[in-house]
């Protein structure tokens, strides 16, 4: 397994599961990710331009490869309802051979 064919994830939290799985959905059919796992029921305290914030959010992970993760990380950007989406994604050092090889197959579109 080439290094670009590794696991690799993401992690975003969105407004509401509406938004979420319109842009898993978008994601999905442009072959950048194999799966999202949207999470319901998120309460997210953080502070954002000078505030405290107390909100509910879906999370997102999001399952591809390493070749795919950087486009995969722009294209959630830009899909996403927030003007600052809070995209997080790293590389996988373990996983199943059978989720390694699922992941691998990703093509990204390419």
Same mark, same amino acid.
């Given at each position: 397994?080439?290094?670009?064919?590794?696991?690799?994830?993401?992690?975003?939290?969105?407004?509401?599961?509406?938004?979420?799985?319109?842009?898993?959905?978008?994601?999905?059919?442009?072959? %950048?990710?194999?799966?999202?796992?949207?999470?319901?029921?998120?309460?997210?305290?953080?502070?954002?331009?000078?505030?405290?914030?107390?909100?509910?959010?879906?999370?997102?992970?999001?399952?591809?490869?390493?070749?795919?993760?950087?486009?995969?990380?722009?294209?959630?950007?830009?899909?996403?309802?927030?003007?600052?989406?809070?995209?997080?994604?790293?590389?996988?050092?373990?996983?199943?051979?059978?989720?390694?090889?699922?992941?691998?197959? %990703?093509?990204?579109?390419?």
């Amino acid at each position: 397994m080439s290094d670009d064919t590794r696991p690799a994830l993401a992690w975003c939290p969105f407004p509401d599961a509406e938004s979420a799985a319109a842009a898993a959905d978008r994601l999905l059919d442009e072959g %950048l990710i194999a799966c999202a796992n949207l999470i319901p029921g998120l309460r997210s305290l953080y502070a954002w331009q000078g505030a405290k914030h107390d909100e509910a959010e879906v999370g997102a992970l999001l399952k591809t490869n390493r070749a795919c993760l950087a486009r995969l990380m722009q294209r959630l950007a830009a899909l996403h309802p927030y003007a600052e989406p809070a995209i997080l994604g790293w590389h996988c050092d373990a996983a199943a051979e059978g989720t390694a090889a699922w992941l691998g197959a %990703l093509s990204g579109g390419r």
